[in-house]
């Protein structure tokens, strides 16, 4: 699962940062590869989500790191629910989004199904609504840190710890 969270981590930082760059940059080829490498990185992150969920629901719950009360429980069970709807509906919004607009998706060499035609009006909502997602995920991922950062500073339960990479760990 370690392994699994820094890959997912990793794709969206790549999807991010491939995105944010197109809005910057001229020229039509580089920003379709752009575009692409954001789209491959989503699919990634589709298929990271699938094999975490299979993971989890194999592998069970995951240890409580220790007493904690109800509220803060609540708070984090919700926000890892949610950070999960998220992680699905990004990609698949993105993908909708592609297919409304026209544009088939590929994913190494595969063209993928059309999720919906192509369609105008539904490209417009569908990319509003990926953006809002992408900007409620950023506000997850950074109360997720924020959460991590307190366990290790102000808990000191080991957490964050017990996140890293195995030759990282003490």
């Known amino acids: 699962m370690i392994v699994l969270h820094w890959l997912t981590v990793l794709c969206l ?9 197109r809005d910057e940059v001229s020229g039509r080829a580089l920003r379709q590869w752009l575009l692409e490498g954001h789209r491959h990185f989503g ?13 989890r ?47 088939p998706v590929h994913f190494f060499g595969l063209t993928l199904p059309a999720l919906v035609g192509a369609d105008e009006d539904l490209a417009d909502s569908l990319q509003g609504w990926h953006v809002d997602a992408a900007w409620a995920l950023l506000a997850l991922v950074l109360l997720h840190v924020g959460a991590a950062l307190w366990h290790h500073f102000v808990r000191r339960d080991g957490v964050l710890r017990s996140m890293l990479p195995a030759r990282s760990r003490p």
């Open 57 to 103: 629901i194999r592998a069970g719950k995951l240890p409580q790191p220790g007493p904690m009360s109800r509220l803060l429980h609540l708070t984090a069970v919700l926000t890892h629910i949610a950070m999960y709807a998220l992680l699905l509906a990004l990609p698949l919004l993105g993908w909708a989004l592609s297919n409304a607009q026209d544009k």
């Open 13 to 21: 930082c790549c999807a991010a940062a491939l995105i944010l760059t």
């Open 43 to 55: 699919l990634f992150v589709l298929m990271l989500f699938v094999i975490r969920v299979v993971t």
